[in-house]
């Protein structure tokens, strides 16, 4: 994998602008804060979105894949506001779970989402080594 920063670019926070890859394309549905059973343990935005990444970790490995393997994320949240206050949580789920990598990524805030509790969805798409 190899990620793109055009000369001049300031470096992204957690993120990459651009990410080169080669391999088997993975696409991983919008996951939610709920288990593998479809129960919610929590309407904290930063437990839900911890629970939706290890959901995500958990389809990648099914497949044979890695965090590191994540090119793109794609974060629909229900409350921006509330994203952004519980950054420090999240970026502590990010690092423990995903790691350090850079995957290209977009945040959107959304009016709903349509399981009632969720606050969080996240879509990826990964990169599997041949």
């Given at each position: 994998m190899q990620v793109?920063?055009?000369?001049?670019?300031?470096?992204?926070?957690?993120?990459?602008?651009?990410v080169v890859?080669?391999?088997?394309?993975?696409?991983?549905?919008?996951?939610?804060?709920?288990?593998?059973?479809?129960?919610?343990?929590?309407?904290?935005?930063?437990?839900?979105?911890?629970?939706?990444?290890?959901?995500?970790v958990a389809v990648l490995r099914e497949a044979g894949g890695r965090p590191e393997h994540i090119v793109r994320m794609t974060w629909y949240v229900t409350d921006k506001r509330e994203y952004m206050a519980a950054?420090?949580?999240?970026?502590?789920?990010?690092?423990?779970?995903?790691g350090v990598y850079n995957a290209a990524m977009t945040a959107v805030e959304v009016k709903?989402?349509?399981?009632?509790?969720?606050?969080?969805?996240?879509e990826a798409t990964a990169v599997l080594p041949d």
């Open positions: 793109i920063l055009p000369p001049g670019w300031p470096r992204p926070k957690g993120y990459a602008n651009g890859a080669q391999g088997r394309m993975l696409f991983i549905a919008g996951m939610i804060g709920w288990d593998a059973q479809g129960v919610f343990h929590s309407d904290d935005f930063a437990a839900q979105a911890r629970q939706a990444l290890e959901n995500i950054g420090r949580e999240i970026g502590q789920a990010y690092r423990e779970l995903i709903a989402l349509l399981e009632h509790r969720a606050k969080v969805e996240i």
